[in-house]
Antibody, heavy 122, light 108 residues
Framework: QVQLVQSGAEVKKPGSSVKVSCKAS????????ISWVRQAPGQGLEWMGG????????NYAQKFQGRVTITTDESTSTAYMELSSLRSEDTAVYYC???????????????WGQGTLVTVSS | DIQMTQSPSSLSASVGDRVTITCRAS??????LNWYQQKPGKAPKLLIY???SLQSGVPSRFSGSGSGTDFTLTISSLQPEDFATYYC??????????FGPGTKVDIK
């Protein structure tokens, strides 16, 4: 059983950066993809990007290119999402999720972290 | 990016009702379509993957159908625990994953 546990809530000033962690247990961390999805208050789900630890290369949604960095530390089975140049519109709950690939190359998010609230306010 | 739309954006229904939610993609995505349920303050939960495959542990009253650009999620007999928001998500374009805007199901 895979479990993803995220770091706690953050309050940040506009223009600063935030780094959220996602520690995995169960399964083989290095072989599965981790994605980050955010949800602004009262809004829908928005994919930000993802990474497969064994490959080490992250892919990002165009909207966040240049502002988001997703990394992993295989020694601790932890994924990180760092978002820079924060603005008030970045206030949201940030989720990590495992992006699972089936034998027929279908992908879906099957395990999710509990979410981390990031509040950007002066 | 592939755009996803859902209809309706919200609906009111009673326990025992049959509920159908529609999701449409801006281009053909074959069967690369998943459905999630989200309750307030909780992470989304996978219900259906590959358009029609029921995720393990999900009640059989949930079903999905469709291919190409048009998809549906059906709840055959709505239960009290089903009041939630439902999202579709395409995985045809990866990277470039997109979600629908959601359909909120509440109590009539």
């Amino acid at each position: 059983q895979v479990q993803l546990v995220q770091s706690g809530a953050e309050v940040k000033k506009p223009g600063s950066s935030v780094k959220v962690s996602c520690k995995a247990s169960g399964g083989t961390f290095s072989s599965y993809a981790i994605s980050w999805v955010r949800q602004a208050p009262g809004q829908g789900l928005e994919w930000m990007g993802g990474i497969i630890p064994i490959f080490g290369t992250a892919n990002y949604a165009q909207k966040f290119q240049g502002r988001v960095t997703i990394t992993t530390d295989e020694s601790t089975s932890t994924a990180y999402m760092e978002l820079s140049s924060l603005r008030s519109e970045d206030t949201a709950v940030y989720y990590c999720a495992r992006f699972f690939r089936t034998s027929t190359s279908h992908y879906y998010f099957d395990y999710w972290g509990q979410g981390t609230l990031v509040t950007v306010s002066s | 990016d592939i755009q996803m739309t859902q209809s309706p954006s919200s609906l009111s229904a009673s326990v025992g009702d049959r509920v159908t939610i529609t999701c449409r993609a801006s281009q053909s995505i074959s069967s690369y379509l998943n459905w999630y349920q989200q309750k307030p303050g909780k992470a989304p939960k996978l219900l259906i993957y590959a358009a029609s495959s029921l995720q393990s542990g999900v009640p059989s009253r949930f079903s999905g159908s469709g291919s190409g650009t048009d998809f549906t999620l059906t709840i055959s007999s709505l239960q009290p625990e089903d009041f939630a928001t439902y999202y579709c998500q395409q995985s045809y374009s990866t990277p470039g994953i997109t979600f629908g805007p959601g359909t909120k199901v509440d109590i009539k």
